[in-house]
């Protein structure tokens, strides 16, 4: 029989065969091997007799890596277990909770003798989280057990934590930076001009500089008011907690320039020296000497030549708390962080569906008596930020009271969500407030024109023929303006209700400034100042609970997830380190995704958002 002619349809089955031939060799290729891998790992796990344990006497080493959070991002289960098998990454995100959990495990733990700060991979930022581990550091003094801390080099926030060390080590080599607290951006319209682009901003509130960038090239005088008001609120409380810690003056934090000089001077230029000189350290020490000393407080480990230790992501995989079943009555933890999206989100973002649903979990769960809403979110749409608010209002009226805890951000749209609850605490520098509101288009009609590109057409209405194609017209402005204008009377309304005050007394604490927590209980923004335990002893209080469990309210995994979450932990420590390296491709991908997702808040329906670009110091 001869063969099939060559048809236009023959020719395209061809075509579409070959394509899907190697789409499966490819994918066994990746599939089969991983599939292997993960099975010999998992095995080599299973019967390996080589397990972690504590030798009676040793040191937890707080060896953390990454950024504060109170809620991780969800992430691929593959990609969970190359960060497990990295241990320290330094792009990595840690969970406070985590971090509380096994401090004050290791205070009772008799095995444990000590507890040593290695801070070298902590991210910057976040001061509210590193003053309660700070606090939850001092409880762990209490137990008699020394804490210490050794550094190569510290910057301000991994400073900052080890002033609550007993005893701080610095390499000679080394240095302590604390440079103080800064707000730049970049600003655009030049840019934007050059390019013909036109940016439509509508806003309310003198200090709502989140679309400044876009309609100036310069930062506003109001910004700057606002701003430089803000860092040294917060530099206050950097400055006093350190200098308290160390029992030197605030003023030796953050030396001007000519004090800088004379006291590096005085120590012959060497940076480390003048950290000892300064009293921010207490002893240099190399690597080898710091080795000595450790040996002789805590012993010589049994295997190698390093002190008696375990690491923090080895003690946390021994220590991990069982999961709770609310035997008793109890209080619900909702966490609310990232930026407020519309829609599902995943954990780490806060989404108008998603994160009410689990609010409304909590109001239908017979055993949750009270719900604290963990705030740490710079805002974002308005439509999603009021989602969620009903959704407090819903739990009140099911007789549940609501304690808001402010973490690092409560600002705009997270100002929004907590306004409505019981109770609500901060911390000192928290950042909270921005209470405004704005809008933004942009259009490419200009942009499009010098490229030959124009549109024209027929519409009938107004509104049929909006397009970032053609320009606004004064009316379109006119109308979007006045959405605006009620969305702010309507914010300062909450609030004035919410917080009992007047309209008038709102609109001069608004106007889209951003105030830390100190000054949000000065102003009646907040009820008191507390972290989370507080705000957890506040909602059993107000639900009349003496004895109670707490749980933190998650979106529930599929029988899938549960299995594959439950392998894939037991796998992770043989996977070899090789596959498990991040590679500098990688750390710019996880960079330019951070930037993507950041353009990705700006999704409300309406184009109306309750957002803090300023939240960041």
Request: hydrophobic share 45%; aromatic share 8%; charged share 20%.
């Given at each position: 029989?001869?063969?099939?002619?060559l048809t236009t349809k023959n020719t395209l089955i061809?075509?579409?065969?070959?394509?899907?031939?190697?789409?499966?060799?490819?994918?066994?290729?990746?599939?089969?091997?991983?599939?292997?891998?993960?099975?010999?790992?998992?095995?080599?796990?299973?019967?390996?007799?080589?397990?972690?344990?504590?030798?009676?006497?040793?040191?937890?080493?707080?060896?953390?890596?990454?950024?504060?959070?109170?809620?991780?991002?969800?992430?691929?289960?593959?990609?969970?277990?190359?960060?497990?098998?990295?241990?320290?990454?330094?792009?990595?995100?840690?969970?406070?909770?985590?971090?509380?959990?096994?401090?004050?495990?290791?205070?009772?733990?008799?095995?444990?003798s000590a507890l040593v700060l290695d801070l070298g991979?902590?991210?910057?930022?976040?001061?509210?989280?590193?003053?309660?581990?700070?606090?939850?550091?001092?409880?762990?003094?209490?137990?008699?057990?020394?804490?210490?801390?050794?550094?190569?080099?510290?910057?301000?926030?991994?400073?900052?934590?080890?002033t609550y060390a007993d005893t701080i080590y610095l390499?000679?080599?080394?240095?302590?930076?604390?440079?103080?607290?800064?707000?730049?951006?970049?600003?655009?319209?030049?840019?934007?001009?050059?390019?013909?682009?036109?940016?439509?901003?509508?806003?309310?509130?003198?200090?709502?500089?989140?679309?400044?960038?876009?309609?100036?090239?310069?930062?506003?005088?109001?910004?700057?008011?606002?701003?430089?008001?803000?860092?040294?609120?917060?530099?206050?409380?950097?400055?006093?907690?350190?200098?308290?810690?160390?029992?030197?003056?605030?003023?030796?934090?953050?030396?001007?320039?000519?004090?800088?000089?004379?006291?590096?001077?005085?120590?012959?230029?060497?940076?480390?020296?003048?950290?000892?000189?300064?009293?921010?350290?207490?002893?240099?020490?190399?690597?080898?000497?710091?080795?000595?000393?450790?040996?002789?407080?805590?012993?010589?480990?049994?295997?190698?030549?390093?002190?008696?230790?375990?690491?923090?992501?080895?003690?946390?995989?021994?220590?991990?708390?069982?999961?709770?079943?609310?035997?008793?009555?109890?209080?619900?933890?909702?966490?609310?962080?990232?930026?407020?999206?519309?829609?599902?989100?995943?954990?780490?973002?806060?989404?108008?569906?998603?994160?009410?649903?689990?609010?409304?979990?909590?109001?239908?769960?017979?055993?949750?008596?009270?719900?604290?809403?963990?705030?740490?979110?710079?805002?974002?749409?308005?439509?999603?930020?009021?989602?969620?608010?009903?959704?407090?209002?819903?739990?009140?009226?099911?007789?549940?009271?609501?304690?808001?805890?402010?973490?690092?951000?409560?600002?705009?749209?997270?100002?929004?969500?907590?306004?409505?609850?019981?109770?609500?605490?901060?911390?000192?520098?928290?950042?909270?407030?921005?209470?405004?509101?704005?809008?933004?288009?942009?259009?490419?009609?200009?942009?499009?024109?010098?490229?030959?590109?124009?549109?024209?057409?027929?519409?009938?209405?107004?509104?049929?023929?909006?397009?970032?194609?053609?320009?606004?017209?004064?009316?379109?402005?006119?109308?979007?303006?006045?959405?605006?204008?009620?969305?702010?009377?309507?914010?300062?309304?909450?609030?004035?209700?919410?917080?009992?005050?007047?309209?008038?007394?709102?609109?001069?604490?608004?106007?889209?400034?951003?105030?830390?927590?100190?000054?949000?209980?000065?102003?009646?923004?907040?009820?008191?100042?507390?972290?989370?335990?507080?705000?957890?002893?506040?909602?059993?209080?107000?639900?009349?609970?003496?004895?109670?469990?707490?749980?933190?309210?998650?979106?529930?995994?599929?029988?899938?997830?549960?299995?594959?979450?439950?392998?894939?932990?037991?796998?992770?420590?043989?996977?070899?380190?090789?596959?498990?390296?991040?590679?500098?491709?990688?750390?710019?991908?996880?960079?330019?995704?951070?930037?993507?997702?950041?353009?990705?808040?700006?999704?409300?329906?309406?184009?109306?958002?309750?957002?803090?670009?300023?939240?960041?110091?």
């Amino acid at each position: 029989m001869s063969a099939k002619p060559l048809t236009t349809k023959n020719t395209l089955i061809l075509i579409w065969n070959v394509i899907n031939f190697i789409r499966k060799l490819v994918l066994n290729l990746v599939f089969f091997p991983l599939f292997f891998l993960i099975l010999i790992v998992f095995t080599v796990a299973l019967f390996s007799s080589d397990e972690v344990k504590v030798d009676d006497g040793s040191a937890l080493v707080l060896d953390l890596a990454g950024r504060l959070v109170d809620q991780k991002q969800d992430i691929d289960p593959l990609d969970a277990i190359l960060k497990q098998r990295q241990g320290r990454d330094a792009n990595g995100e840690l969970l406070l909770s985590d971090v509380l959990y096994n401090i004050d495990s290791a205070a009772n733990d008799k095995r444990i003798s000590a507890l040593v700060l290695d801070l070298g991979d902590m991210a910057p930022g976040g001061i509210t989280k590193i003053q309660t581990i700070g606090r939850h550091i001092e409880a762990f003094k209490k137990s008699g057990k020394p804490v210490i801390a050794m550094g190569n080099y510290y910057n301000q926030y991994q400073y900052l934590l080890a002033t609550y060390a007993d005893t701080i080590y610095l390499n000679p080599q080394g240095m302590v930076t604390v440079e103080g607290l800064s707000s730049y951006r970049q600003f655009y319209k030049s840019a934007l001009d050059k390019l013909k682009i036109n940016t439509h901003v509508f806003r309310v509130g003198t200090y709502k500089s989140a679309v400044e960038p876009f309609i100036r090239d310069d930062m506003s005088d109001a910004a700057k008011e606002a701003n430089t008001a803000l860092l040294n609120d917060i530099w206050d409380i950097y400055t006093t907690t350190a200098a308290k810690n160390r029992g030197i003056q605030p003023s030796d934090f953050g030396l001007d320039s000519t004090r800088y000089l004379k006291v590096l001077n005085d120590a012959d230029g060497q940076s480390g020296q003048m950290a000892l000189d300064m009293k921010w350290v207490d002893k240099l020490a190399t690597a080898e000497q710091f080795r000595q000393a450790m040996i002789k407080l805590v012993g010589k480990a049994a295997k190698g030549h390093s002190f008696k230790q375990i690491d923090y992501y080895d003690y946390a995989s021994l220590n991990a708390p069982a999961t709770p079943v609310l035997p008793q009555d109890g209080i619900g933890i909702v966490v609310a962080k990232g930026n407020i999206l519309n829609g599902n989100q995943p954990a780490g973002t806060i989404g108008g569906d998603s994160t009410s649903a689990l609010l409304r979990k909590a109001r239908f769960d017979d055993k949750i008596k009270a719900v604290v809403l963990r705030v740490d979110s710079p805002g974002g749409s308005a439509f999603a930020s009021e989602q969620i608010r009903q959704e407090v209002l819903a739990l009140k009226a099911a007789g549940k009271p609501v304690v808001v805890s402010m973490s690092s951000l409560a600002a705009s749209g997270g100002y929004w969500i907590s306004a409505s609850a019981d109770y609500i605490y901060a911390n000192p520098a928290t950042l909270t407030g921005s209470i405004g509101i704005f809008g933004m288009l942009t259009t490419f009609e200009d942009s499009l024109a010098a490229l030959g590109v124009h549109t024209d057409g027929v519409a009938t209405t107004d509104w049929a023929n909006l397009s970032v194609t053609r320009p606004l017209s004064d009316g379109v402005k006119a109308v979007i303006q006045r959405h605006i204008e009620r969305g702010y009377h309507d914010f300062i309304s909450l609030v004035a209700k919410e917080r009992h005050m007047t309209l008038e007394q709102v609109d001069k604490i608004a106007q889209g400034r951003v105030w830390s927590g100190i000054r949000a209980k000065q102003l009646g923004l907040v009820d008191d100042l507390g972290d989370e335990d507080a705000a957890i002893a506040k909602a059993a209080e107000l639900a009349g609970l003496s004895h109670y469990d707490t749980r933190v309210i998650e979106k529930e995994l599929t029988p899938e997830q549960l299995f594959m979450q439950k392998l894939l932990s037991n796998v992770a420590a043989w996977v070899p380190p090789s596959i498990a390296h991040t590679s500098a491709a990688q750390q710019i991908l996880t960079q330019l995704t951070a930037v993507a997702q950041e353009f990705a808040s700006f999704d409300d329906p309406n184009n109306v958002y309750l957002y803090c670009d300023s939240c960041n110091y």
